[in-house]
């Protein structure tokens, strides 16, 4: 078994045996918990929303040009980052913080921002880092099923957390890979109570044309945005994200985790990325190709799914979706997990186009079978 994904595991079950201390449950020790078994070095790896790409060819030249200087600290090149994020946002530079990757800032917003008389208020399939740091800071966790279009049901959710602490959207959300409109955020964000706060997560908002809510932030809102370089620039293994939100909510996230330097690798790639003009239109098309010839494919052969404008989606197995996983894996092709509320649903992650002609030949033998 790699060394990580053992660790990994070991991590979450530790996590979920103690509850008074701080665990951050990340997407890499969940796919390895729903794993469970190794997985052997060719095998089709679709089940983390990983980003078969890598980095952009620019941002290994600038990881390569700084290796020299990796014996310094070098704060400077992370400040060059967030200027260079302000400028391209127009926004004020105390609004950004760079963090290693955005599961710190949404662990930490959740551990300041809930606590036994706030509740964390979240969608039903959602991404589970938020509900567990939630059992680290004693909030009641308030789970709202997606609408019938698989939004986040805003109105439903305020009725359900008159208490909240947090409200969290993702947006497009995970694992669904759908949409929330504008409007239902806006609305969200206007109703809330008093005292709460809005994390919209943007892991995979490059992926799709979806208007962001960073003017909200530039608006003085009670809204924090997390983005990350983990999805379209490709740089999960190299940890680079933002919180973005008003210097009086980020500094209350950003002291309950401390504050550290960056790796220089990971800022002067995030730089060189975003930097890119083409980068991200690039990735948003290969994505979306690999993902309609992947579902034509599926609905060519009778499958259902849940049409998605992101980088993963949900497949109808109508089945326990735990036992395809698992009979997928002996296939050698790893796909994603289930959520307790779609127990005959898995997510699967678009991976390349050859590595998706994989993962339907696979299916299509275990489906049979
Ligand atoms: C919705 C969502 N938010 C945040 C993250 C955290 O990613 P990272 O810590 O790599 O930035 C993930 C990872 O899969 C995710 O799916």
């Known amino acids: 078994?790699?060394?990580?994904?053992?660790?990994?595991?070991?991590?979450?079950?530790?996590?979920?045996?103690?509850?008074?201390?701080?665990?951050?449950?990340?997407?890499?020790?969940?796919?390895?918990?729903?794993?469970?078994?190794?997985?052997?070095?060719?095998?089709?790896?679709?089940?983390?929303?990983?980003?078969?790409?890598?980095?952009?060819?620019?941002?290994?030249?600038?990881?390569?040009?700084?290796?020299?200087?990796?014996?310094?600290?070098?704060?400077?090149?992370?400040?060059?980052?967030?200027?260079?994020?302000?400028?391209?946002?127009?926004?004020?530079?105390?609004?950004?913080?760079?963090?290693?990757?955005?599961?710190?800032?949404?662990?930490?917003?959740?551990?300041?921002?809930?606590?036994?008389?706030?509740?964390y208020v979240t969608a039903d399939p959602g991404f589970e880092t938020g509900m567990m740091a939630a059992g680290s800071s004693g909030a009641r966790v308030v789970k709202v099923p997606l609408t019938k279009t698989y939004a986040h049901d805003v109105k439903a959710m305020l009725s359900a957390g008159p208490d909240a602490g947090v409200f969290y959207i993702c947006n497009p959300n995970n694992p669904t890979g759908t949409l929330?409109?504008?409007?239902?955020?806006?609305?969200?964000?206007?109703?809330?109570?008093?005292?709460?706060?809005?994390?919209?997560?943007?892991?995979?908002?490059?992926?799709?044309?979806?208007?962001?809510?960073?003017?909200?932030?530039?608006?003085?809102?009670?809204?924090?945005?997390?983005?990350?370089?983990?999805?379209?620039?490709?740089?999960?293994g190299i940890r680079c994200g933002f919180i973005v939100a008003r210097p009086d909510l980020s500094e209350k996230v950003l002291q309950r985790g401390g504050y550290n330097f960056m790796p220089v690798t990971a800022v002067v790639a995030a730089a060189a990325s975003l930097k890119d003009p083409n980068l991200v239109p690039e990735r948003r098309r290969i994505n979306a190709t690999v993902r309609q010839q992947t579902f034509d494919w599926l609905t060519h052969n009778g499958y259902s799914f849940i049409p998605s404008e992101s980088n993963c989606f949900m497949l109808d197995t109508k089945r326990p979706g735990k036992d395809v996983r698992d009979a997928m894996a002996k296939e050698n092709v790893m796909i994603g997990r289930t959520w307790p509320i779609m127990p005959t649903y898995v997510r699967i992650t678009v991976g390349t186009q050859s590595e998706m002609e994989r993962f339907q030949a696979a299916f299509q033998k275990v489906m049979k079978a």
């Open 1 to 119: 078994m790699p060394r990580f994904s053992r660790r990994s595991f070991l991590h979450l079950s530790a996590a979920a045996s103690a509850a008074a201390a701080f665990h951050i449950t990340t997407e890499p020790m969940l796919a390895a918990a729903a794993r469970r078994r190794p997985h052997a070095p060719d095998a089709v790896v679709i089940d983390a929303n990983e980003n078969p790409l890598g980095p952009s060819q620019g941002a290994r030249d600038a990881m390569a040009a700084i290796l020299p200087k990796g014996g310094r600290y070098a704060d400077e090149l992370t400040d060059e980052l967030i200027q260079t994020f302000a400028q391209m946002e127009g926004l004020n530079s105390d609004y950004i913080h760079a963090t290693v990757g955005s599961t710190p800032p949404l662990a930490l917003s959740v551990l300041a921002f809930t606590s036994p008389q706030k509740s």
């Open 180 to 236: 929330t409109p504008r409007s239902d955020i806006d609305y969200l964000v206007a109703n809330k109570p008093k005292d709460s706060i809005v994390l919209v997560d943007e892991a995979y908002i490059h992926l799709t044309e979806a208007p962001n809510v960073l003017d909200l932030v530039k608006a003085g809102k009670d809204v924090i945005v997390l983005r990350t370089f983990s999805k379209v620039y490709g740089m999960a």
